[in-house]
């Protein structure tokens, strides 16, 4: 568990990842800012539902696989997160296009 949670993006991974997307939008290159925007909020909504899905697993004593996957939980994260701070690194232009 500590593991999974030691993987989060902190503050200051945040603030260089939105640094990067600025420049690269800064210098023509907004596909590939789009990209790395998109990779790196599928990779923390992951990290952020897999360490809810440990917390739940480890709780219960019967684990159903249909309901506890990791697809499920990174949905329930994606729709509770969606204007979170913890998202606020992202570039808002590419979020109209979700």
Do not use: P
């Not at 023509?28 to 899905?53: P, Y």
């Not at 917390?55 to 729709?79: F, G």
């Amino acid at each position: 568990m500590d593991h999974l949670k030691g993987m989060s993006l902190r503050v200051e991974a945040r603030r260089e990842l939105k640094s990067l997307l600025v420049s690269l939008m800064m210098f023509g290159e907004g596909e590939t800012a789009r990209k790395l925007q998109q990779m790196g909020e599928n990779f923390q909504l992951s990290q952020m539902a897999a360490v809810r899905l440990a917390e739940v697993t480890i709780s219960n004593d019967t684990i159903n696989e249909y309901a506890h996957t990791l697809e499920q939980y990174t949905r329930k994260v994606r729709d509770e997160m969606h204007d979170s701070e913890a998202l606020s690194w992202r570039v808002k232009v590419f979020l109209s296009n979700e």
